[in-house]
Nanobody, 127 residues
Framework: QLQLVESGGGLVQPGGSLRLSCAAS????????IGWFRQAPGKEREGVSC????????YYGDSVKGRFTISRDNAKNTVYLQMNSLKPEDTAVYYC????????????????????WGQGTQVTVSS
C-alpha cells in the first residue's frame, strides 16, 4: 500500500519561495505519476501540477505556470514542488497524490484518477 507524506509547508512572504516534498513509502514511486493539488478555504480543490512516472512529462495549472516547478527523484522515492514568486492567492493546503493511470495534458488534474493521497501541508503566503 503506497503511503504519501507531504512536508515543507509554512509561512512565507509574498515573492518568497518554498519547496514542498512528497515522500512515498510502501511501494516504489516510479510506478506512479504524481500530482500536486491545493485547496484554499471556501474553494474547491484544484490541480497544481503533475509529473509522469518517468518524469518525461510535466503539467501545470494556469495560475502557477512559470512560477512552480515539479520534479522527482525516484531513487529517493520523493517528488518535489518548487514554488517561487509566491502570492497570497497561493495560500492553501497542498496535497500530493499518486496514480498509475495515464496522464495527459487534458486529464492530469482529474482527481478521481488518483488513488493515493497524502494528508496535506499548509502553505500561507502573507506579509
Amino acid at each position: 500500500q503506497l503511503q504519501l507524506v507531504e512536508s515543507g509547508g509554512g509561512l512565507v512572504q509574498p515573492g518568497g519561495s518554498l519547496r514542498l516534498s512528497c515522500a512515498a513509502s510502501g511501494a516504489r514511486l516510479d510506478y506512479y505519476a504524481i500530482g500536486w493539488f491545493r485547496q484554499a478555504p471556501g474553494k474547491e480543490r484544484e490541480g497544481v501540477s503533475c509529473i509522469s512516472n518517468g518524469a518525461s512529462s510535466t503539467y501545470y495549472g494556469d495560475s502557477v505556470k512559470g512560477r512552480f516547478t515539479i520534479s522527482r527523484d525516484n531513487a529517493k522515492n520523493t517528488v518535489y514542488l518548487q514554488m517561487n514568486s509566491l502570492k497570497p492567492e497561493d495560500t492553501a493546503v497542498y496535497y500530493c497524490a499518486a496514480t498509475n493511470l495515464m496522464t495527459t495534458p487534458t486529464i492530469w488534474s482529474a482527481q478521481s484518477r488518483y488513488t493515493y493521497w497524502g494528508q496535506g501541508t499548509q502553505v500561507t503566503v502573507s506579509s
